[in-house]
């Protein structure tokens, strides 16, 4: 073979070969494409405990949305300043209440978790907006590093230079003890995800009320 | 003498877009949209490297002799680019949008070489493979209900899938033309060919 001709069937191989270790390493191997989907990837297989969440939500009560309690708890990421996708995975947490309302609050509690750190006086005004839901509560993060948290919790997040914050849209399902039993992704139909947590949430009794640690929503 | 002059106006011209697309505020400018990104930004250091490719057919044929490493790099680059994660990296690193310079230009230098020398076969299906993507990825980003790219916005995602849209058709049409226009052209030799009758 001549030195020109098995430079050319080479070059394509090796760039070939170089694209494949480098996409494969940039991407987990194929499986995230997404900073979303690479924060949920890192943060770990499920199930898996839930980091604490200390918040302190529209009442102004302070609790910890992964403490173990007597239901489960479907959370997701939000900030109330959010022009656009937060409003939409609002609307569809509230119309997933609206199919599940003979089950919240007594074996589902629905959080918006704020990344802003918004006060409880306007985490109230946007849970009176959204019809005052008693099993819906919006808190916001409390403590030094809520960005840390939200990481382990598997939710990417970035704060952009003209002040948005863009954050991952997955709900995570906490199970009474505090694990994360399952993950939504934000382009689930919420008719969809009512079926599902219809059916998780069936073995839960109703009248068996789980230990309640201190700091857990009573 | 003039043509010497003119290649010298050429290549100014060249670096002079290069250091401008290069240098804030331009680069900048680029960066702060998604549309802007994928739409100007990308085309246009792919475009600038095709350029100066076909400028240097010596030295490519000297490294990539038949094109088809120069070929997979330029595919390969332009889908490294696309991917959400990357599109990010551009937007919140320095490093990340240099590099994205360096290598779409190096991808437009070395496929330069070797998509001129494909079949036709070979570059209708690369056309058709386009075009679809681009119509593809339109509907994609204008319907999708959740932010793919986080360094950008809902809006800016919508808006680049609207964009694509209407691109296109405009794809569509040009990709038609170009093919036609290759067909035109390799039919004279295909009548001119000696037949060979069988003894």
Redesign the interface.
């Known amino acids: 073979m001549k030195p ?2 098995w ?3 080479v ?2 191989l ?3 070969a170089c ?1 494949v270790a ?2 494969g390493g ?2 987990h191997g194929f499986r ?5 989907s ?1 924060a949920l990837l890192e943060a770990g297989p499920i199930p898996r405990p839930a980091p604490a969440l200390p918040v302190i939500d529209e009442r102004g009560s302070q609790w910890d949305v992964a403490a173990p309690s007597d239901r489960y708890r479907l959370v997701q990421a939000m900030y109330l300043r959010c ?3 937060c409003p ?1 995975a609002m609307s569809n947490l509230a119309r997933v209440s609206v199919l599940l309302k003979d089950l919240i609050p007594s074996k589902l509690q629905v959080i918006s978790l704020s990344v802003d750190h918004d006060p409880p006086e306007q985490l109230a005004a946007m849970w009176r907006a959204h019809g005052a839901h008693e099993g819906w509560s919006m808190a916001s993060l409390v403590g030094p590093d809520s960005d840390a948290t939200m990481a382990r919790l598997g939710v ?1 997040i ?1 704060r ?1 230079k003209d002040g ?1 914050i ?2 991952g ?1 997955d709900a995570f399902l906490l199970d009474p003890s505090g694990k994360i039993v399952r993950i939504y ?3 689930m139909r919420p008719v969809d995800m009512a079926a599902e947590l219809r059916e998780l949430t069936a073995a839960l009794p109703s009248e068996a009320r789980a230990e309640l640690e201190p700091g857990a929503r009573p | 003498m003039k043509g010497t002059a003119l290649t010298w106006l050429l290549r100014g011209a060249w670096l002079a877009v290069t250091a401008a697309l290069w240098l804030s505020p331009v680069d900048d400018w680029l960066d702060e949209r998604m549309p802007r990104v994928m739409l100007l930004q990308m085309p246009a250091w792919f475009m600038l490297g095709w350029l100066a490719g076909r400028s240097r057919p010596r030295l490519l044929a000297l490294v990539d002799p038949r094109g088809l490493g120069g070929f997979a790099l330029g595919i390969i680059t332009v889908n490294f680019w696309m991917i959400p994660r990357s599109v990010d990296a551009i937007g919140s690193s320095d490093v990340a949008d240099g590099l994205l310079h360096l290598s779409l230009l190096s991808a437009g230098f070395a496929m330069s070489a070797g998509f001129p020398r494909l079949p036709f076969v070979a570059k209708a299906a690369l056309a058709i493979q386009g075009t679809s993507m681009v119509f593809a990825l339109g509907t994609f980003y204008s319907n999708y209900k959740a932010l793919l790219c986080g360094s950008f916005s809902m809006a800016q995602q919508r808006e680049l899938g609207g964009w694509l849209l209407r691109l296109s058709p405009l794809v569509l049409v040009w990709a038609l033309g170009a093919g036609f226009r290759a067909l035109l052209r390799e039919s004279p030799a295909a009548d001119a060919a000696p037949t060979v009758e069988p003894s």
């Open positions: 020109r001709a430079a050319a069937g070059a394509p090796l760039v070939i694209a480098l996409i940039w991407t995230a494409f997404t900073n979303f690479i022009p656009d996708g939409i990417w970035f952009r948005l863009n954050h849209l992704s934000p382009d």
